[in-house]
């Protein structure tokens, strides 16, 4: 790192390319591919989870559910909203095969629907989305923790807190079908 960036991180101004962890006081390097990478996940996760729910939200029959799942959607939303505002100040574009695989998935929950809507198939669905989610990013952030900035790694933060909240939501809906 140069003399000038160097110094910039110490006086916590920001430089491009590294930034400084305040715990430990050392300055790291950021990774733009490993942030680029924790960007396009975030946002297919998001993405698939709003068109899941938008294609499964007409089959839910319980409103407490119906009611969470578009809460959920509500938190989708605002976590896209923040991964997209951040590539565009940042200068990442978005993937376009993510797009072309949005679209086959959102086929593919509407066809999972066809064979059985319950509310408890429902929750298995978004149980496993949600899953593969916290999967995906999980993977990334901890292999790569240590070259995202401050302020990806509390968007990706946030975004599996969510994901992990809704799991023990969707469980509550697993059993539906016995207890209703």
Known sequence: MDEFNAEKVNNNQSAPGYSKDETTSTIKFVS???EKIMLHDISKATIAGMQSIDVVREYVENMDFKNYIDRLNQDYARISERCSKYMSAHGVASDFFGSVRQAFQRNAVKISMLTSSSDSKIAEHMLKGTNMAID???KNFN???ATLSPDLIALAKDFQQILENSLSEFRKYLMSR???
Request: charged share 25%; glycine share 8%; proline share 0%.
């Open 32 to 34: 733009k591919e490993d």
């Open 136 to 138: 995906v990013v999980s």
């Open 143 to 145: 292999g790569s923790n």
């Open 178 to 180: 016995y207890t209703h």
